[in-house]
């Protein structure tokens, strides 16, 4: 189309072109931080009137919307919706929008991942290991990270992996996050250990809010056809709720995240990783020993602590069969696929906008033409995913203020 903005975007200058894209905006984004945005949790839906806060975007971090209420998106004391689970909403700290982003934007990732290795778990494609630190590299000028075209698996790397990185670091405060969770990794880890998401293959296909079908995992330690995952999504705490139900039989070592040395495959680890710590790590989780509580909120159950050695298996060589869960938690918008509420209404319309995430004004082309709504400065603030801009060759359009 015409008006499409077509951005051919080098790592270095992301920052740039999200700089102009809020100045195109004609509001203030600066770097997400509270003191340029009130960031207003979503609502259950605005109405004519516009009185409601919206569907879908990101949690507050700012002490008035933060103290919970009786709509599904308030703060962190707010229970998860969907019916599938009580677990209560993070905690909104200071890098709460940082964290979605990257969550986000693995998720996208993993998706892009899965879809160019055709279900395959293992080799030669690996996308079941995109999200391990080792696969990226501080960009040139130090402002983003790239998929690093060292590494042996670069020639697997989709082009949608890599817009879906492009994209997730236009605004430069996830670049930041990012550029210091792998720096961190760097530091601190050995780099003998990949992280391998195994069910990551079922993402192949999903659209949001999936379905109840389990999807066969090419696994060879369980004959690449003992292995099954069902995918599902619900409303979570203003995110994208997406569950892996995983499960396998007569296989050893099984569990939905797991470690591979890299040494094994490679020879040798990465110069860059310098720190003493043998544990798996990725850039998305961002820097520290917390952990992104959007990017993985349990595995069987449990929140994993990717900065940690302990990633626990299971035997069940000899018993029926091996059962696991991962949860991941993308921005509703920035994914394909109708959204809802946890009332079971439409996201998107003008009577109920999704909640516009400050760090991420892009949406997904399902949701061209969507409503959003979000609070800079006191003053709730109307708009619509409009403007289309290419990036890498992935089209996605930009949020526009409307009133």
Same mark, same amino acid.
């Given at each position: 189309? $015409? ?11 992301? %920052? ?15 770097? =997400? ?7 207003? !949790? !979503? ?10 806060? =919206? ?6 971090? *700012? ?12 703060? $962190? ?34 998706? %892009? ?19 391990? $630190?080792? &696969? ?65 293959? %079922? ?23 003992? &292995?099954?995952?069902?995918? +599902? ?7 994208? @709720? ?32 310098? =720190? ?25 159950? *449990? ?6 050695? +302990? ?5 069940? $060589?000899?018993? %029926? ?40 004004? #892009? ?5 061209? !033409? ?26 996605? #359009?930009?949020?526009? @203020?409307?009133?």
């Amino acid at each position: 189309m $015409s008006n499409t903005r077509v951005l051919l975007i080098a790592p270095a200058v992301l %920052a740039l072109a999200a700089a102009a894209c809020s100045a195109e905006i004609g509001q203030s984004e600066g770097s =997400g931080t509270s003191s340029e945005a009130v960031r207003s !949790g !979503g609502g259950g839906g605005g109405g004519n009137n516009h009185s409601g806060s =919206g569907s879908g975007g990101n949690s507050s971090s *700012s002490s008035s919307s933060s103290s919970g209420s009786s709509t599904s998106s308030s703060g $962190s004391s707010t229970s998860s919706s969907g019916g599938s689970s009580s677990q209560s909403c993070p905690s909104a700290g200071t890098n709460d929008n940082e964290q979605r982003a990257a969550a986000s934007t693995a998720f996208s990732i993993m998706k %892009a991942a899965a879809q160019a290795c055709g279900g395959a778990s293992a080799g030669p494609c690996w996308g079941t290991t995109i999200l391990a $630190s080792q &696969r990226y590299r501080v960009a040139s000028g130090g402002a983003t990270i790239e998929f690093d075209p060292t590494d042996p698996q670069y020639g697997y790397v989709p082009q949608g992996a890599k817009a879906a990185l492009a994209i997730g670091q236009l605004d430069s405060t996830v670049a930041a996050f990012l550029v210091a969770g792998l720096q961190w990794d760097q530091k601190n880890t050995n780099g003998t250990l990949f992280p391998l998401v195994e069910p990551l293959a %079922a993402l192949a296909n999903f659209t949001y809010p999936g379905n109840s079908s389990p999807i066969t995992i090419q696994d060879p330690a369980a004959g690449n056809n003992r &292995r099954k995952d069902v995918v +599902t999504g619900t409303a979570w705490c203003n995110t994208e @709720k997406v569950h892996f139900a995983d499960t396998s039989s007569f296989e050893t070592n099984f569990a939905p995240f797991t470690t591979i040395g890299y040494v094994n495959f490679y020879g040798a680890t990465k110069p860059a990783y310098t =720190g003493s710590n043998s544990f798996p790590s990725t850039p998305f989780n961002g820097s520290g020993n917390s952990n992104n509580p959007y990017l993985v909120v349990s595995v069987n159950g *449990s929140q994993l602590t990717w900065n940690s050695s +302990t990633w626990p298996t299971q035997d069940c $060589s000899a018993d %029926a069969s091996c059962n696991g869960t991962i949860d991941i938690d993308p921005i509703p918008y920035t994914q394909p696929g109708s959204y809802y509420d946890v009332t079971g209404t439409l996201v998107g319309p003008e009577t109920n906008p999704f909640a516009l995430v400050i760090t991420n004004l #892009y949406a997904d082309p399902s949701h061209e !033409g969507q409503w959003a709504t979000r609070t800079i400065l006191g003053v709730q603030q109307w708009g619509t995913f409009s403007l289309p801009v290419s990036v890498l060759g992935t089209t996605i #359009y930009l949020y526009q @203020k409307q009133m």
